[in-house]
Structures are given as C-alpha cells and as structure tokens.
C-alpha cells in the first residue's frame, strides 16, 4: 500500500484542500492519507476559527484516513518550526511515502535548489543576509535578497522575477521549508508538489476554490449564530456539503484573535516589569517595544498594528503576543528543538476501514501513538509529556473562550468514522 502524508491546518476544510487530496491519491496511486493538522492554533500566530476535533472529523469525512494533531509549539511556530515539527512526525511514524503539498511554483527541483542554499548558507548568501540584517531589515526580507544574489551567481535558469514571486508566495515558502526538514530528516519520503488553483493565499474573495482566509472573513463578517444558519447558502459550492455542514452544526463561537484581548492584556501587565523576552521569537526590541505600548491596548489585532513596523509584520507580532499568552518559550523550544523535534503522534480522528494503518505505525513506527489520553503518563518521555501537557493546556484555554462545550479533552472519545 503507498501512503501519503499532508501536512495542513483545514481552517476551515475548502474545495482545495478536497482537490489537493484527490489529486495526490490519483497521481501517485495512493491508498492512504495520513494527515498532520495544526490543532487550535495555526500558524500565522492565531486560534483555528473552529475547533481541532470538527475540523479533524471533516477531514476524515472528505479523504483522509488518520488526522494526528500538531502540538502547539510547531503549529503556532515560524515556518521553519512548523515545517520541522510536522516533518518529525510524519518521518516518526513509518509509513509515509509520499510528502505532497500544494504550491504556487510546484517545480520541487527549483525549490530543493533554494532549501539547500539556506541550509547550508554559501559565502554569497551568507555574507549578503548579514549585511541585510545589520542594515535593519526583517529576516524575511534579508533571507530573499541573500537568496536572489546567490542564485544569481549560481543557477543557471535564474529569472530573477520568477525567483521573486517564489520568495513571496506562502505556500511556496513552507514547502521550501518542508523540503529543508525532509531532506535533513528522511530520504525515504518523497516529496510530490501539486500546483496551487483558486484564489490567493490571501484573497477575501470566495469562488469555486477560496483560500481559507476569505472563508474565514465570510464566517466572522456576521453574528455567529446567524452566519451559521445561512452557512448552506453562504458557503454553497466554495466548501464540500460536509465542511458546510459541520459549519451550521458546530456548537462553539467562531473564534478570532480578538477573543484573546483581555487575556492578553491581562498577561502583558502582569509581567511588564521582567520583560518578555523569555517567550519565543521575542527579541529584546521587541520586547521594549511591547512594554513601551502596553498601556494603549485596545485590542488584540489593534496592539499588533501598533507594533507592527516597515520590518516587523502583523503575523510576526501577533505569533510572538500568542507566545506570550500561552507561554511557549525559547527554552522549552531549545529542548524540543535539540531532540530533533521532539515528536509523538496523537490521534484526532480515524477512519474505521482504515484502522490497520495504527497497527502498521506500531510495527515501523518510531514515536508512540496515543489514541486515549489516559495513557500519555506510561506512553511518552518526559519532554513528550511536557510538549504535550503544553498543548494540551492552550487547547483547555480555547475550549473555554470558544464555548464549544469541550469541558476536558480527557473525556472525549475517539472519533472514529
């Protein structure tokens, strides 16, 4: 049997992602899809609009056949992190034989050439990104220029403009990353790139195949209760009839960034005086420039376009604010990130037919499944434990301000389809 491993957020599941699955079992003959899915965080520093299980369960309804969560550190981390993370996972479980993915420049060979620039950094990229970075510009931005002078000397099919829109394109920059971690942590998966259709990455426009994020804009444009009773209409023909029809039934609020404003406020307060720089991805002048401002938060987004700057973007800011808030720190991250991702696999949702592939994980599998929680004491190391403890401590915190009746994760049962 072939097994393919897709790593996803489905926030909310769209005719995209549908296709994205059917394509891949068609071309590459697959029997299998396992997916890794983000749980009730994702990774542009936000909660999912709807919560892991309903997403997971219709995951399983439209394709896939075992849905396992991405424990938070990886799910609300940089695209690095985030690819790392999952790719620990998938690489863990031993049964993966195809990575696929959706981008916008699908030529793997193309992005294969960018992830071995980064990840071993030639004189040219290395010494263009440190100049880059000691004149004051972000990261990202540094990373590209660094990128465009080295492939510029050393590719023979360099257009400069089409490398251009490849370094700005989401999609395309995490499966660069994805391929950086695949190629560190297992040759025996291949990976397999499906040209990106529908509308931008950040389109609020829907069509036939939205992105998500117009989706998302449709969904919080209303009052929860009433956008789901109109969700059949709404959403008709950009989402499948299932992913509709977990919209209209799901119990929980749709949830935003904003929903986090008090508690934000609250935590930021608190530890005003010690700075915040302990928390992930919060530099020292980020930092100063949060406690300078913690006194005019009117909101969650609102305090992210406060800080943001011509090099520091609304994402990067509202990541590090949900660090903070969750506390998701650069030493627990070091940890995890020294034990090579620290990695196990637990299951959110299962097709029934498919339930040999758990026991094919426990024959080639590397990393413990868990299936019920009870066993997470006896079943995972202490720095598994402890990732999943974190996880599972933001995903109470979400249950809570979400009021999608989940009171303990520990008394759910399995969703099996």
Do not use: W
């Amino acid at each position: 049997m072939k097994t393919i491993g897709i790593i996803a957020e489905f926030n909310p599941f769209h005719n995209g992602h549908k296709y994205l699955i059917d394509k891949c079992k068609k071309d590459l003959h697959a029997d299998r899809v396992v997916v890794v899915m983000s749980g009730d965080y994702v990774q542009r520093g936000a909660p999912a609009i709807i919560d892991k299980f309903t997403r997971a369960k219709c995951a399983v309804n439209l394709g896939a056949d075992l849905v396992i969560e991405l424990p938070v550190y990886y799910s609300l981390g940089s695209a690095e992190y985030f690819a790392k993370g999952a790719i620990s996972i998938l690489s863990g479980l031993g049964c993966i034989d195809y990575l696929c993915f959706g981008s916008e420049f699908p030529d793997v060979n193309k992005l294969y050439e960018i992830s071995d620039i980064i990840s071993n950094e030639p004189p040219v990229y290395k010494d263009v990104l440190s100049t880059c970075l000691k004149d004051g510009l972000s990261f990202p931005a540094a990373r590209a220029k660094a990128l465009n002078e080295q492939l510029k000397s050393t590719s023979k099919g360099y257009d400069q403009a089409e490398y251009e829109d490849m370094l700005s394109s989401p999609n395309t920059i995490l499966g660069i990353e994805y391929l950086r971690a695949l190629n560190k942590k297992n040759r025996f998966i291949t990976p397999y790139a499906v040209q990106r259709v529908g509308r931008p990455f950040h389109s609020e426009e829907l069509g036939s195949i939205p992105s998500a994020a117009g989706i998302r804009a449709r969904l919080l444009s209303g009052l929860n209760d009433r956008v789901k009773l109109n969700a059949p209409f709404i959403l008709d023909g950009v989402m499948p009839r299932t992913a509709i029809e977990s919209i209209s039934c799901y119990e929980g609020r749709f949830m935003q960034s904003n929903d986090y404003s008090a508690l934000l406020e609250y935590k930021l307060i608190l530890e005003k005086t010690e700075g915040y720089t302990r928390y992930l991805d919060v530099t020292r002048d980020i930092s100063n420039r949060i406690v300078s401002n913690v006194d005019h938060i009117d909101g969650y987004s609102s305090f992210c376009n406060l800080l943001k700057t011509k090099n520091l973007v609304h994402t990067r800011i509202s990541r590090c604010l949900m660090h903070i808030l969750l506390n998701i720190t650069e030493e627990n991250m070091k940890e995890y990130k020294e034990d090579d991702f620290t990695a196990y696999a637990r299951v959110l949702a299962l097709k029934s037919a498919s339930s040999d592939l758990l026991k094919v994980i426990a024959e080639n599998g590397s990393i413990p499944v868990l299936n019920r929680l009870k066993d997470a004491d006896k079943m995972l190391s202490p720095l598994q434990k402890r990732l999943f403890d974190e996880t599972l401590t933001a995903s109470q915190i979400y249950n809570a301000l979400s009021c999608n009746g989940i009171s303990s994760e520990y008394s759910l049962k399995q969703i099996v389809l």
